[in-house]
């Protein structure tokens, strides 16, 4: 027993999910009228001990919606697996965001994804987004790209170089490219952001639900 709880990860990764959460809340906090903030319930489960049950196939939508054998190097196949897994789940909507970490993985360049306009939005695909980790000891380094993940569940379902021709010192958070410093919400991801409906969301105290991969 005493070898188990040594080898126990569970308050490293706490750890490194307080300094990720702490560094999205003041991105987020930025958001017109007060902002949002992640609230991290410290309920951290590998995915093998979790309610959540992936299948070895998945409908690719970014694909003609093609049925596609999982392929644990490529992040869009973790996410299309993993949303499917949570619309099965008979309390789907309990959770406003559910967010599965996984270690970077290939040469996949894309570092995040989500769902776009999904929080508060019950009608719409689950509401869900996969964090790939690259540094294992500085999960904070992905912070600009994981916010700008949450700037899609909340409602800017696009990316602000369809807006805009440049973005100075790559500082703006919703670009499809998302520069590690980038710290600025345009006027447009400001703008459909507060278009859609996010009411649902506790005033104080939002839920959150953090899932692990298997090795």
């Not at 939508?61 to 499917?84: A, C, Y």
């Not at 649902?200 to 959150?208: F, M, N, R, T």
Request: glycine share 6%; aromatic share 10%; charged share 25%.
């Amino acid at each position: 027993m005493a070898r188990e709880a040594r080898g126990d990860p569970t308050e490293l990764i706490e750890k490194q999910m307080d300094i990720i959460f702490s560094s999205v809340n003041k991105h987020l906090k930025n958001l017109d009228n007060g902002g949002f903030k992640v609230d991290f319930t410290r309920d951290v489960v590998k995915l093998n001990r979790s309610e959540i049950v992936l299948e070895d196939t998945y409908v690719d939508r970014l694909n003609g919606s093609k049925t596609t054998k999982v392929d644990p190097t490529n992040i869009f196949s973790h996410t299309f697996t993993f949303q499917e897994a949570v619309q099965k789940l008979p309390d789907r909507h309990s959770t406003d965001l559910r967010i599965l970490f996984i270690p970077k993985r290939g040469s996949e360049e894309t570092l995040a994804t989500s769902e776009e306009t999904c929080i508060c939005n019950p009608d719409w695909f689950g509401c869900i987004a996969v964090f790939s980790i690259r540094f294992l000891d500085n999960w904070g380094h992905g912070q600009a790209v994981f916010a700008h993940e949450f700037g899609h569940a909340l409602g800017m379902d696009l990316h602000d170089d369809q807006f805009y021709i440049s973005n100075p010192k790559n500082r703006l958070l919703m670009w499809s490219s998302v520069g590690f410093q980038a710290y600025i919400w345009s006027p447009e991801a400001k703008r459909r952001i507060n278009n859609q409906d996010n009411s649902c969301l506790a005033k104080d105290v939002p839920s959150s639900s953090i899932v692990f991969p298997d090795d």
